[in-house]
């Protein structure tokens, strides 16, 4: 599956200055492959104007499309494109119609909560019913993702993966950048993987300071770096999830270790 929001005249994702949405789910998909880039921010709030904003949401404030896409238990890769934005003005979907599972201050999450058949020709038995598992659950970034908008007292986090896979980069020739200013750039709980692979970037800066966060927004940039801020946090139990186990076997046969490779 290959998520793409092509558009190249100011209107795009609206018309006559009104934004059209079409709130849909994606679950259970092994590669979801995103190829174009990706504000999250909800740039109506936040009247972002610069250029490669625009270039996305248009000349009306429109929020990209991306985010009223809710996802759960997917296996997403960002390939070849970049994700950026505020979190602490995250778009979190359409209040009218459903959120979209995401979370203010971090810049894209992916949760792993949901089972599925495991042979769709087959009857619908409790046999044929199970736990999808953290390895088709997760985020690749094979590209770019630049999220800011976090202070010394509150933290932004780039990516956060709940039992699933947490890639930056896959390789030598596929590789990614991850980038916050203050927070935490990989972010992974409960029984899963982070890998930061060979000649993949992490960068945390301590300061905010964004490429592009356009003349309109007032928040002035900071001049010197501070705060508590980690490229790589891993936490093997934590009491937010409750479904990290095999088949949905309940608490007491979770799933808790946590891999870390570098």
Known sequence: MTIANVAGNPNQHGHDGQQWEIYSTVINAKDVKVTQDIAIEDVHATNNTDPAVKTITGNN??????????????????????MFGDAANRDLGGLDYGTNFQRKYVGFA????LSHWKDLTASATNANWEKTEAKDSGIINNGVV??????IDKPVTGLLVNFGTLKNGESASKKGLTRVDHGYALVATDGSTIDNS????????????????????????DTVNGGKNYGIIGISDTDEIDYNT????GKGNDINTLKIKT
């Open 61 to 82: 404030g429109f929020n990209d499309p991306f985010n009223d896409i809710a996802m759960e238990s997917n296996l997403v890769t960002l390939e070849n494109a970049k």
């Open 110 to 113: 992916m949760g792993n909560s």
């Open 146 to 151: 630049d999220i800011w908008g976090g202070t």
């Open 198 to 221: 060979e000649g993949s970037s992490i960068i945390v800066t301590g300061k905010y300071d964004p490429a592009n966060k356009g003349s309109n927004v007032t928040r002035s940039v």
């Open 246 to 249: 095999v088949n949905n076997t």
